[in-house]
Structure formats: C-alpha cells, structure tokens
C-alpha cells in the first residue's frame, strides 16, 4: 500500500516465522527534516503503546537515506474498505466497533498520546472481529515538542474537530479525538458523515480570506 508520507509493505522475519509489515518513509520526503523527525517519533511513541487493539510497533530501522518502521501484520479489511462494500453497520456490531476503537483512545490517551487523525482508514478490523488503531504519523506525544506550526491543519476533513479545522494555533487535546469518535459512531449508524465535507471546507476558506 501507499500514502503521502510512507509506502508499507508485506514482509517475513525469517527468524521468528512470522509476517510483519514495513513502513518505509518515501524517498522524497528523506531530506526534510520535520518529516524525518515526525516519522522517527510515530515509531517510539507506538512502540510505548502496548495495547491489543493497537497496531505494535517491533522495530525502527535506518539504511543510508532509508527509513523504516516494522509492525504488526494485520490480516484483514480497514473500516473505510468495510463501509464501502455496505450500506451502514448494524447497531450492535457498530457499538463493538466504537467500544474497541475507545479502548485504544483511551489507552493512548492515558499515556499522553493525541492520535489527531482518527478515521475509518485508519482502523482494521482483523479476521477475528478485533478492532487495531494505526497510523500514529500526525499523533501529538507530550514527551516530545509539538512539530505543528500554528496556522497549519492536521487531520482528515471530514473527523476533523473545529478546533483542528480553525487552525488557529490552538493545542490540540484528547477531546479532538473523542471528537472524531462521535463522527464514526455516526457514520457506522447512518451511512455518512454527520457533515458535509465540502460546505465546512468552503467556510473555513471564507474566514481564511
């Protein structure tokens, strides 16, 4: 698979027998610095994070100019993939869905770690019916200062809370993701998002300007 930030793929460790999957950095992104710093602490702070539905993190490799993140392999679909193939998901199951995906928030949470782009995408659901949160690479860790420069909007439009969306400068707290929660609980009931993506956009331009 690939992103904006990283391409992932599917691997075995020889010496333990087991598939893992790797998280390498894009090539393109190697010479600045932030992005280089951001991905080194989406490794350490997942890698603190010992939760079972949270991906874990195994290792953090550097080769030359090259950048890796070893994890979990996690068979099965991500929620984004799941809620394409059906209309909406049935009460029951969307409650165990947002109860496992809360788990690992607070978890995360507890420990100091604001995931900031909570989405579908971002959560498998494996052949066993268990939730796994991924994708820390815009997470805001209080061990570490915050690389976000005021002014700037982090997130996905659509789950992004209105203090993500004003991009003000404000800090950014675990209420961004419960936040975010609410949005797919919704989504999961209903079929789609609480709001329209495109009219918040065009709101926040029009304050912008």
């Known amino acids: 698979g690939a ?3 990283a391409v992932i793929y599917r691997a075995e460790q020889p010496s333990l027998g087991r598939l893992v999957a790797i998280k390498e950095l894009r090539k393109e992104l190697a010479a600045d610095k932030s992005i280089i710093t951001r991905f080194e602490r989406e490794a350490k702070s997942v890698a603190a994070l010992a939760h079972q539905n949270i991906v874990h993190i195994y290792d953090f ?3 030359g100019d090259s950048m890796f993140i070893v ?3 996690v068979e099965g ?3 984004y993939d799941l809620m394409n193939r059906v209309e909406r998901i049935p009460p029951n199951i969307a409650a165990i869905i947002a109860l496992q995906a809360a788990r690992a928030l607070e978890y995360a949470h507890y420990r100091g770690v604001v995931h900031r782009d909570f989405k579908p995408s971002n959560l498998m659901i494996t052949k066993e019916g268990e939730i796994k949160l991924m994708d820390f690479g815009i997470a805001r860790d209080e061990a570490f200062d915050d690389l976000t420069r005021p002014g700037t909007a982090l ?4 789950y992004m809370s209105p203090e993500q969306a004003e991009m003000s400068g404000l800090d950014i707290d675990t209420r961004a993701d ?3 929660l609410g ?3 919704y989504e999961l009931l209903t079929g789609k998002t609480p709001f ?3 009219l918040a956009l065009a709101a926040c331009f029009d304050e912008l300007l």
Do not use: C
């Not at 997130?155 to 659509?158: H, L, M, N, S």
């Open 77 to 79: 679909i991500d929620l």
């Open 178 to 180: 419960v936040y975010s």
């Open 61 to 63: 490799i550097t080769r």
């Open 71 to 73: 994890m979990e392999f």
């Open 183 to 185: 949005v797919l609980l």
């Open 155 to 158: 997130g996905t439009p659509a």
């Open 3 to 5: 992103g904006g930030m």
């Open 196 to 198: 329209d993506v495109r």
